[in-house]
């Protein structure tokens, strides 16, 4: 059986192209939907930033008046939202330091609305590598990681 050479070389360009348009295709739609789940992300981020501090508003209050019992000042019934990450920040070394706890309640908020479960932010402080000193957390994790025993 004797083909031409036309039909293969016709064969042949048929599949590249139509490989190529699904490829083509298949980047378009993961490009759109980052761009679509970035939209999204962004515009959450910021409410849960002034959901973290007004509720670090209302904390430093609640210790006010416990410090002074007598002030006659009366908090506000506030309403609250369905994603809450209770926070106590302990010590930041940063001068972002509002930025920094805010950023990461809401990352946590975000994790406690994705599992169902309220996860609470005790502390929040700067890690320092014990062992290695020089090393990045990144540099010390792949370390650990290309170390490790089979």
């Known amino acids: 059986m004797k083909m031409e050479w036309t039909y293969v070389w016709a064969v042949v360009i048929t599949g590249l192209v139509v490989v190529f348009l699904g490829l083509i295709l298949l980047i378009f739609f993961v490009w759109l939907f980052g761009k679509v789940i970035t939209k999204i992300e962004k515009s959450r981020i910021p409410l849960m930033i002034n959901e973290f501090k007004a509720k670090k508003a209302r904390k430093h209050e609640e210790k006010q008046q416990k410090n002074n019992p007598n002030s006659g000042h009366q908090e506000k019934n506030e309403p609250k939202s369905a994603v809450?990450?209770?926070?106590?920040?302990?010590?930041?070394?940063?001068?972002?330091?509002?930025?920094?706890?805010?950023?990461i309640s809401a990352a946590v908020a975000m994790m406690s609305a994705n599992d169902g479960k309220n996860y609470k932010v005790k502390s929040i402080k700067s890690a320092r590598n014990k062992r290695h000193s020089g090393v990045s957390a990144w540099g010390s994790a792949g370390q650990r990681e290309n170390t490790q025993p089979f």
Request: glycine letters at 0%; zero cysteines; a negative charge.
């Open 84 to 103: 809450q990450a209770e926070s106590s920040v302990t010590s930041l070394p940063d001068s972002n330091d509002d930025e920094i706890a805010a950023v």
